[in-house]
Antibody, heavy 122, light 108 residues
Framework: QITLKESGPTLVKPTQTLTLTCTFS??????????VGWIRQPPGKALEWLAL???????RYSPSLKSRLTITTDTSKNQVVLTMTNMDPVDTATYFC??????????????WGQGTLVTVSS | EIVMTQSPATLSVSPGERATLSCRAS??????LAWYQQKPGQAPRLLIY???TRATGIPARFSGSGSGTEFTLTISSLQSEDFAVYYC??????????FGGGTKVEIK
């Protein structure tokens, strides 16, 4: 079955760079149609999509955060890594990685990691 | 950017009753809309995609309808496990993929 799990620091200081790793199983990023996305959720607030990478290394980013985000893959390790530069307290959130539902034109997410809470504070 | 607006913010419903949740898009998203359920401390769970197709394992009491800019999620008979926050998400015009602000379904 498909599982995903996020890992990374729980606390970062303002201006630092955040690096989060999504380690998954049950699928391969080499398979046509597969995609992995990152979504975040500030405490008590709504979901916000950040980035999505496809099996063919096509990468898409939220326009409002594009200058700060980089998504990379390590197919051999079944990992997707998200980096976010210049962290600010408003970036405090639970960060989720998720598997893209595979259907024509679909960009919704059918399997999610448990999420990891990242706090930005000095 | 397409803005998704959900209403009401909170819906108070008794167990066994029907719940109707709304989602409006700032421009047409055709049928490229998904619904998620999220319980406290948990990740979202995909309920509906393509506006009306139930995801694998989702009970038939959940149904989605609508197209264009107006969408509805209906829970036909609320069970105790259905009390949660529900989000809609459009994937028609992106990036960005955008979510609504959520509707909390609480016990009346």
């Amino acid at each position: 079955q498909i599982t995903l799990k996020e890992s990374g620091p729980t606390l970062v200081k303002p201006t630092q760079t955040l690096t989060l790793t999504c380690t998954f199983s049950g699928f391969s990023l080499s398979t046509s149609g597969v995609g992995v996305g990152w979504i975040r959720q500030p405490p008590g607030k709504a979901l916000e999509w950040l980035a999505l990478v496809y099996w063919d290394d096509d990468k898409r980013y939220s326009p409002s955060l594009k200058s700060r985000l980089t998504i990379t893959t390590d197919t051999s390790k079944n990992q997707v890594v998200l980096t976010m530069t210049n962290m600010d307290p408003v970036d405090t959130a639970t960060y989720f990685c998720a598997h893209r539902l595979i259907c024509s034109g679909c960009r919704s997410f059918d399997f999610w990691g448990q999420g990891t809470l990242v706090t930005v504070s000095s | 950017e397409i803005v998704m607006t959900q209403s009401p913010a909170t819906l108070s419903v008794s167990p066994g009753e029907r719940a109707t949740l709304s989602c409006r898009a700032s421009q047409s998203v055709s049928s490229d809309l998904a619904w998620y359920q999220q319980k406290p401390g948990q990740a979202p769970r995909l309920l509906i995609y393509g506006a009306s197709t139930r995801a694998t394992g989702i009970p038939a009491r959940f149904s989605g309808s609508g197209s264009g800019t107006e969408f509805t999620l209906t829970i036909s008979s609320l069970q105790s496990e259905d009390f949660a926050v529900y989000y809609c998400q459009q994937y028609n015009d992106w990036p960005p993929l955008t979510f609504g602000g959520g509707t909390k379904v609480e016990i009346k």
